[in-house]
């Protein structure tokens, strides 16, 4: 993935005083390929996952996402095929497919290619439709970030882990003090669970926020 100069000269700043947990939607593979050396926990497929220092499944976090996972299954599997078959009906030219890693169903992610942001939209709307009125999507989560439409189950969230990440934390190191950074609106929950928030200016929270002054 790409990274700034200053992105990665705040990174190593932080890495020399702290304990860095990368909070991410990314799954094992994708994490596999990032050419950063971090020496904690790590926390994938939004919240899904969680590793070890020694980049280990933590095997008590890797259960209760199998156990939540396969409450939702149905629904998700139901979800993709009527996505698929809307974009066929329609003439979207987005790319629909679940996500997976560890034999868990996590979310569906939905991509257009470069250009096509009105497609997106189009089916950001339609996708929020859906959720409103389909019980057995109750619960449900959309988020939008550029070309990217991300629908999550209401068990998968980053905050859920990073609490559980925070607690194993605290019990090594009593009194630690917790910073939460992140850039889209899906991960102020998460950094909300930390005792500071960190944002970067140009970032979806900023917008929003700044946007609303």
């Known amino acids: 993935s790409y990274a700034s100069a200053a992105q990665q000269s ?4 932080l890495q020399q005083t702290m304990e860095v947990v990368p909070v991410t939607a990314r799954n094992l593979n994708a994490f596999g390929r990032v050419r950063i050396d971090f020496c904690s926990a790590a926390i994938l497929n939004y919240g899904g996952t969680v590793l070890d220092a020694g980049g280990q ?3 008590e976090w890797l259960q209760r996402s199998q156990r939540a996972s396969k409450d939702t299954l149905e629904a998700l599997t139901a979800l993709e095929q009527g996505l698929l078959a809307h974009c066929e009906s329609t003439g979207l030219a987005l790319s629909v497919r679940p996500i997976s890693d560890h034999g868990v ?10 250009g096509r942001l009105q497609d997106i ?6 996708c929020a439709d859906v959720c409103q009125h389909d019980p057995a999507l109750a619960g449900f989560r959309l988020h939008r970030n550029g070309n990217n439409i991300a629908l999550l189950p209401p068990w998968l969230d980053k905050s859920h882990a990073v609490a559980y990440v925070k607690h194993q934390l605290a019990q090594r190191h009593p009194g630690v003090v917790t910073f939460g950074m992140g850039d889209s609106l ?10 500071y928030m960190i944002v970067p200016a140009a970032s979806q929270i900023a917008q929003a926020r700044m946007g609303a002054l």
């Open 10 to 13: 705040v990174l190593q700043l």
């Open 57 to 59: 499944l933590d095997a």
């Open 105 to 114: 169903a996590f979310y569906i992610v939905i991509k257009s290619p470069p």
């Open 121 to 126: 939209a189009a089916m950001a709307a339609h």
């Open 186 to 195: 899906v991960d102020l929950a998460f950094m909300n669970e930390c005792q």
